[in-house]
């Protein structure tokens, strides 16, 4: 397994489907979404197909949010993304990012587990889900 950054005309399609039967979500809403991405690291299986991504943006100089982290079901609970966790905090470093945010949805509690082990604290909860947070 391997990372690398987005080419959109390779991986969009991909993504897309991704994140539309993972979340469920409007495929016009996500497209939307990669759009306004800072950047979309993806991560590839060694046989090069596409198994996860991570999409974020700045909201400010040097905080991030993360707005989208999937992993295909096929390879969910079988450590992908904690992989590559030390790789992804070394990367946003050097990007000079000293914090990272995002939302976890109150549907996605495992979700809000995982970023816990990965040094992410809530920040606060709505009846929607949390929002929660790290230092870089």
């Given at each position: 397994?391997?990372?690398?950054?987005?080419?959109?005309?390779?991986?969009?399609?991909?993504?897309?489907?991704?994140?539309?039967?993972?979340?469920?979500?409007?495929?016009?809403?996500?497209?939307?979404?990669?759009?306004?991405?800072?950047?979309?690291?993806?991560?590839?299986?060694?046989?090069?197909?596409?198994?996860?991504?991570?999409?974020?943006?700045?909201?400010?100089?040097?905080?991030?949010?993360?707005?989208?982290?999937?992993?295909?079901?096929?390879?969910?609970?079988?450590?992908?993304?904690?992989?590559?966790?030390?790789?992804?905090?070394?990367?946003?470093?050097?990007?000079?990012?000293?914090?990272?945010?995002?939302?976890?949805?109150?549907?996605?509690?495992?979700?809000?587990?995982?970023?816990?082990?990965?040094?992410?604290?809530?920040?606060?909860?709505?009846?929607?889900?949390?929002?929660?947070?790290?230092?870089i």
């Amino acid at each position: 397994m391997y990372l690398r950054k987005r080419i959109p005309s390779a991986d969009d399609s991909t993504l897309i489907n991704l994140a539309v039967n993972t979340f469920n979500v409007n495929s016009t809403m996500f497209k939307e979404t990669l759009k306004n991405s800072k950047e979309v690291i993806v991560i590839c299986n060694n046989d090069d197909d596409v198994v996860g991504f991570l999409c974020y943006r700045f909201i400010l100089r040097n905080i991030v949010y993360i707005d989208y982290v999937v992993i295909d079901p096929d390879y969910q609970g079988k450590g992908v993304a904690q992989s590559f966790l030390p790789d992804m905090i070394q990367y946003a470093r050097n990007l000079g990012v000293k914090g990272a945010s995002g939302f976890v949805s109150r549907k996605n509690s495992k979700a809000l587990e995982i970023f816990k082990k990965w040094g992410f604290q809530p920040i606060m909860t709505s009846s929607k889900g949390t929002l929660i947070g790290r230092k870089i």
